[in-house]
Nanobody, 123 residues
Framework: VQLQASGGGLVQAGGSLRLSCAAS????????LAWFRQAPGKERDFVAA???????YYGDSVKGRFTISRDNAKNAVYLQMNSLKPEDTAVYYC??????????????????WGQGTQVTVSS
């Protein structure tokens, strides 16, 4: 499985961005998909995960602001980010695994990673 993330950029606080991640698989419907982020000098943290077509999980800091979704026809997963804050600044990575894991928020559970896309939120 190869993942290609895109959509990052520079945005003002309060703005929105939509990240995309294209997967080189027959269908993303067989994958558990997730987003993580890593700020400078910090660990890679869980942002969101999608189980099946519509069961979503979020990190506490992004609940109510970010939405993860998938498009099986396009073999893609998205992260819609609204009400962005300067503390959201990080490199964002998409990740995938086959089958569900109860430890979905642990980066160790994901064998497949995209290359990362930079998101910078200015105050």
């Amino acid at each position: 499985v190869q993942l290609q993330a895109s959509g990052g950029g520079l945005v003002q606080a309060g703005g929105s961005l939509r990240l995309s991640c294209a997967a080189s698989v027959r269908t993303v419907s067989s994958l558990t998909l997730a987003w993580f982020r890593q700020a400078p000098g910090k660990e890679r943290d869980f942002v969101a995960a999608l189980r099946g077509p519509s069961t979503r999980y979020y990190g506490d800091s992004v609940k109510g602001r970010f939405t993860i979704s998938r498009d099986n026809a396009k073999n893609a997963v998205y992260l819609q980010m609204n009400s962005l804050k300067p503390e959201d600044t990080a490199v964002y990575y998409c990740a995938a695994r086959y089958y569900w894991s109860v430890a979905y928020s642990s980066r160790d559970q994901y064998p497949y990673w995209g290359q990362g896309t930079q998101v910078t939120v200015s105050s």
